[in-house]
Nanobody, 126 residues
Framework: QVQLVESGGGWVQPGGSLRLSCAASGFTFDNFAIGWFRQAPGKEREGVSCISGRSRSTKDADFVKDRFTISRDNAKNTVYLQMNNLQPEDTAVYFC???????????????????WGQGTQVTVSS
């Protein structure tokens, strides 16, 4: 079955960096777009970044503002989210998710992603 496991979250001071990892299994990894989403307390889940399967084209939310970089290593079935210059408003649980259909372009809509990881907490505070 499809499994997605996030890691790399933690606590960091404002201006700091973290790299999240999403290890995938149970499907043909190269064929699917993978997205990162986040959910802060009391807020809806929102898209952060997405990377397509083979072409590795990406799509980022406006608030990423060149601070975050998504990448994937298809040999390792892993997607990464490098987050730099983190701010308190980035505090949230971060989830990775697989697009519901193969060979589809990147979107940042939660309803297009059918398989989700358990999430990893990112806390940014001084």
């Amino acid at each position: 079955q499809v499994q997605l496991v996030e890691s790399g979250g933690g606590w960091v001071q404002p201006g700091g960096s973290l790299r999240l990892s999403c290890a995938a299994s149970g499907f043909t990894f190269d064929n699917f777009a993978i997205g990162w989403f986040r959910q802060a307390p009391g807020k809806e889940r929102e898209g952060v970044s997405c990377i397509s399967g083979r072409s590795r084209s990406t799509k980022d939310a406006d608030f990423v503002k060149d601070r975050f970089t998504i990448s994937r290593d298809n040999a390792k079935n892993t997607v990464y989210l490098q987050m730099n210059n983190l701010q308190p408003e980035d505090t949230a649980v971060y989830f990775c998710a697989r697009h519901s259909s193969a060979f589809r372009p990147c979107v940042l809509s939660t309803r297009d992603f059918g398989s989700w990881g358990q999430g990893t907490q990112v806390t940014v505070s001084s």
